[in-house]
């Protein structure tokens, strides 16, 4: 007897059961005409030590596909629990792309010009090193071309569980 493995999934018993794995937080942005673009990610996870390689996965009906992938170079990053709000911000569709960082504390990434979030728990610049096909969206895999930590070791990482932000707290 065989069995087909096939089948299909209700996509939204899929969000919920995918939502009972806990991650944490980024801020992915690039740069596009000039213009800066971004967008909270939490599909992301490192690949490789050597060379250093990060992937994040984009969705293809954000405008943060096109501009990530025209400029080929992006940054990310770790938000600590103070930056809920920004985290929300950013997951939201149909922002001002001029007034999207109002208001937010940045700084601009040394080797990409890529925005970055003050107080970030750390933050990581990167240079596309391979794009894969992943459903809905596209699987961007970066080399990591500079690198922060924040201050604070013992800071809350802002985590996403069950379908709402959370703490964890650092040391």
């Not at 071309?145 to 379908?163: E, K």
């Amino acid at each position: 007897m065989t069995t087909d493995p096939g089948g299909s999934i209700d996509s939204g018993e899929f969000r919920t059961a995918m939502g009972r794995f806990a991650s944490g937080i980024t801020i992915m942005s690039t740069l596009q005409d000039g213009v800066a673009h971004a967008m909270t990610a939490n599909a992301f996870t490192s690949v490789s030590l050597d060379p250093p390689l990060v992937l994040v996965c984009v969705d293809h009906g954000v405008r943060m596909h096109d501009a990530v992938l025209d400029c080929g170079y992006w940054a990310l990053s770790v938000l600590s629990d103070a930056h809920g709000e920004i985290a929300e911000r950013f997951a939201k569709s149909g922002r001002d792309l001029y007034r999207q960082f109002d208001g937010i504390a940045t700084q601009t990434g040394p080797k990409t010009g890529c925005t970055l979030i003050e107080g970030a728990l750390s933050w990581l610049e990167c240079r596309t090193w391979a794009t894969y096909p992943g459903g809905d969206h596209t699987i961007v895999v970066g080399e990591v071309l500079s690198l922060g930590t924040g201050p604070a070791s013992d800071a809350s990482a802002l985590i996403y569980y069950a379908g709402g932000y959370r703490a964890l707290k650092g040391r």
